[in-house]
Every structure is written in C-alpha cells, then in structure tokens.
C-alpha cells in the first residue's frame, strides 16, 4: 500500500524558515516525479513546486521561485521543500504527490506575527 507522509509544518513569522519533507512506504520515490502542492482557506489546489525523476531537475511557481528548494534523498526516500523568507500568503496546507495520483494528508504552514 502506498503511503505519502508529510510533516514540518508549523507557526512561523514572517521571514522565517521551514523544512517540510514527504515520506514514502510502498513505493520507491526516485523512480518519480514529487510535486508539492498547497491549498489556502477558501482557494483552489495551486502547484508550487516539483523534482523530476531522470535527472532531478526543478520546476517553481513564480511566487516561491528563490524563497522554495525543493530535494530528494533517496536512501530515505524521502522530499523535501526548503521554504525560506516565508510570506503570511504561503500560508496553507501543503501536500506532496505522486502524479496526482498518491496524495499525502497534507501538513499545516500557517505564516503569521
């Protein structure tokens, strides 16, 4: 059974940090591609970010483009998201994906003073 796991999500002011990461059990991670997804209070599903899985290039939505890393580590089948310089509007629910098709429950980024 596939399982996507987030967690590191959290409360944090403005300009701060945080790294979220999504584990998988049932499946091996690097033979796909990862996106991260968020979804605020009252708004459609946006794509932010995603990591193929040939050669691990990268792709950002323009509002986190030079705030947002997105990396695997394959040993621990795991992704992560580096979010810095973080902005009370990325505040939402995140979730990682596998295609669309394996969803995580989604781990909570709330951005405020």
């Known amino acids: 059974q596939v399982q996507l796991v987030e967690s590191g999500g959290g409360l944090v002011q403005p300009g701060g940090s945080l790294r979220l990461s999504c584990t998988a059990s049932?499946?091996?991670?690097?033979?796909?591609?990862i996106g991260w997804f968020r979804q605020a209070p009252g708004k459609e599903r946006e794509g932010v970010s995603c990591?193929?899985?040939?050669?691990?290039?990268?792709f950002y939505e323009d509002s986190v483009k030079g705030r947002f890393t997105i990396s695997r580590d394959n040993a621990k089948n795991t992704v992560y998201l580096e979010m810095n310089s973080l902005k009370p509007e990325d505040t939402a629910v995140y979730y990682c994906?596998?295609?669309?098709?394996?969803w995580g429950q989604g781990t909570q980024v709330t951005v405020s003073s």
């Open positions: 990591i193929s899985s040939s050669d691990d290039s990268t």
């Open positions: 994906t596998i295609g669309g098709i394996y």
């Open positions: 049932g499946i091996t991670l690097d033979y796909y591609a």
